[in-house]
């Protein structure tokens, strides 16, 4: 099966080091966590995760590990779900300093070149403008 990359890009007005942390708390709206049905996460290299989301009544699965950790700069972890077919995928975000607070870019590779694969660049756009609306929010 064909694949492409997904690129997605956001100013979050917030420093590095709180974006990140926000990004990997699932209890803090603004990352894939967050109101996840199920979430299971160890955040260090090679550990795995898993999110169960809800999904027209069943439960949507995505899983991954971490292959690359360097807070508060940057992550790298595999991701498979239903909509990638099972092929681990590769997602790398990164997250720097700018003047107005983080620019953040996540970079998802290897998705298959069909309607659920091409889902996922509003999927992440989705949650970055959630993050983004979380720092506004917050405020200075």
Do not use: C
């Not at 100013?11 to 699932?26: C, H, K, Q, S, T």
């Not at 550990?47 to 940057?74: K, N, S, W």
């Amino acid at each position: 099966m064909k694949s492409i990359d997904v690129k997605v890009s956001r100013l979050i007005p917030g420093p590095a080091n709180e974006v990140f942390d926000v990004w990997f708390d699932p209890n803090s709206p603004g990352g894939p966590w967050f109101g996840a049905k199920k979430a299971i996460m160890n955040l260090a290299l090679d550990g795995i995760f898993y999110i169960g989301v809800e999904r027209a009544g069943g439960i949507l699965g995505h899983f991954g590990r971490f292959t690359a950790i360097d807070r508060p700069r940057a992550v790298e972890h595999t991701w498979m779900s239903e909509h990638t077919h099972g092929v681990e995928t590769i997602v790398s975000i990164t997250f720097e300093p700018r003047q107005g607070g983080t620019q953040m870019t996540i970079v998802h590779r290897g998705v298959p070149d069909d309607e659920q694969g091409r889902k996922h660049e509003d999927g992440w756009a989705f949650i970055l403008s959630t993050i983004g609306m979380r720092f506004e929010r917050k405020g200075p």
